[in-house]
């Protein structure tokens, strides 16, 4: 009796170790899944470009002004933003900067990705501006101030028919922005209108 015993006991244990060496794959197969789709959200919403027009005025909340600048730096996370002038430039924290301005006459380019330049002012009778209100300091990134070439994430912003509807427009136009003011509550909007792109 105590060999019988200790034969199923040991059989037991052979099966247990064969069943746990089973589930093991399926479970690393679903954590793989579950990953995957997480990447697929966040490509699902990718931020918008945005350009920005070499040339602006700035307004600052003490009442000084900077006029015919450039935003040459935008630091999100220390919440500090740059200006350039000829060969000077200027370091403020986001909330000293009430308003940028930036200039629509034909002196004041946009590049988009391309390298091709878009004059404000042209083809934009049909054009509608937009407001983006409530953006997050964080979700606005400029990567690359000499061509004022930025990016703007709305997924926490805006809800998912207005995504649908920016994306939708950002296909074939290029948002440009027309106004960007800083609230005390280290959120920013955006003024924006599109201007069909040039190939």
């Given at each position: 009796?105590?060999?019988?015993?200790?034969?199923?006991s040991?059989?037991?244990?052979?099966?247990?170790?064969?069943?746990t060496?089973?589930?093991k794959?399926?479970?690393?197969?679903?954590?793989?899944?579950?990953?995957?789709?997480?990447?697929?959200?966040?490509?699902?919403?990718?931020?918008?470009?945005?350009?920005?027009?070499?040339?602006?005025?700035?307004?600052?909340?003490?009442?000084?002004?900077?006029?015919?600048?450039?935003?040459?730096?935008f630091?999100?996370?220390?919440?500090?933003?740059?200006?350039?002038?000829?060969?000077?430039?200027?370091?403020?924290?986001?909330?000293?900067?009430?308003?940028?301005?930036?200039?629509k006459d034909?002196?004041?380019?946009?590049?988009?990705?391309?390298g091709?330049?878009v004059?404000?002012?042209?083809?934009?009778?049909?054009?509608?501006?937009?407001?983006?209100?409530?953006?997050?300091?964080?979700?606005?990134?400029?990567?690359?101030?000499?061509?004022?070439?930025?990016?703007?994430?709305?997924?926490?912003?805006?809800?998912?028919?207005e995504?649908?509807?920016?994306?939708?427009?950002?296909?074939?136009?290029?948002?440009?922005?027309?106004?960007?003011?800083?609230s005390?509550?280290?959120k920013?909007?955006?003024?924006?209108?599109?201007?069909?792109?040039?190939?």
């Open positions: 009796m105590k060999v019988i015993s200790k034969t199923l040991l059989v037991l244990v052979v099966a247990l170790a064969g069943i060496e089973t589930i794959p399926v479970t690393a197969n679903i954590q793989v899944a579950q990953i995957s789709t997480k990447a697929t959200t966040t490509v699902k919403n990718p931020p918008i470009s945005l350009g920005l027009p070499i040339i602006a005025d700035i307004k600052l909340k003490n009442g000084e002004s900077i006029t015919s600048a450039r935003v040459s730096r630091d999100p996370q220390g919440q500090k933003i740059e200006f350039s002038r000829s060969k000077e430039s200027k370091l403020f924290s986001v909330t000293e900067v009430k308003q940028i301005v930036f200039k034909k002196g004041s380019l946009v590049y988009i990705s391309t091709a330049t004059i404000r002012g042209e083809d934009n009778s049909k054009a509608t501006q937009s407001v983006w209100s409530d953006i997050p300091i964080e979700a606005f990134e400029l990567f690359d101030p000499q061509k004022g070439q930025a990016k703007v994430n709305l997924a926490t912003v805006k809800n998912p028919k995504l649908k509807q920016i994306r939708s427009v950002a296909v074939k136009s290029l948002y440009i922005a027309d106004e960007i003011e800083f005390s509550k280290g920013m909007t955006i003024k924006v209108t599109p201007v069909d792109k040039k190939k």
